[in-house]
């Protein structure tokens, strides 16, 4: 089964571009803003979510925010149209693994995604050997009785 992505963007365009994109490789839910995102992510857990930084009601940043707080394993990207480096450096800082500049280049989008893809499921599988290494400590650990 293919990876799923949220494309979250206001513009109509961008979502259409990018589905394009990604639509031989993987599974796209594109949605207009932050609010679509939270509901779907009620439902379904994506591995990665590409995010406009510029949009309404909701910006990047705060969505970010509250991502990270229920929803922390899943890598977000930023889209934006800036090349503002404080504002790439305040989105590093809160969570965001990666950002790509609009308009992208699709093999740039393409490989940015597979490797934070891949990074976040090397992260998930260090978490769990680590858990099995201290599990096992345990039960080899001498009992007071």
Known sequence: MREMIFLVDDSSMNLKVAKEALK???QVIPMQSAAQMFTALEKVTPSLILLDML???MDG???LSVLKEKYADIPVIFLTGT????????GIEMGAVDFIIKPFSEPVLLNRIKLNIERAQLIKENK???????QYRQEAAPKNE
């Not at 090349?83 to 305040?90: C, F, L, M, N, V």
């Not at 769990?128 to 201290?134: A, F, G, N, P, T």
């Open 55 to 57: 949009m309404p009601e």
């Open 83 to 90: 090349t503002d480096s404080e504002e790439e450096a305040k």
């Open 24 to 26: 031989d490789y993987y």
């Open 128 to 134: 769990r050997l680590l858990q099995e290494i201290e």
């Open 61 to 63: 940043f705060e969505a």
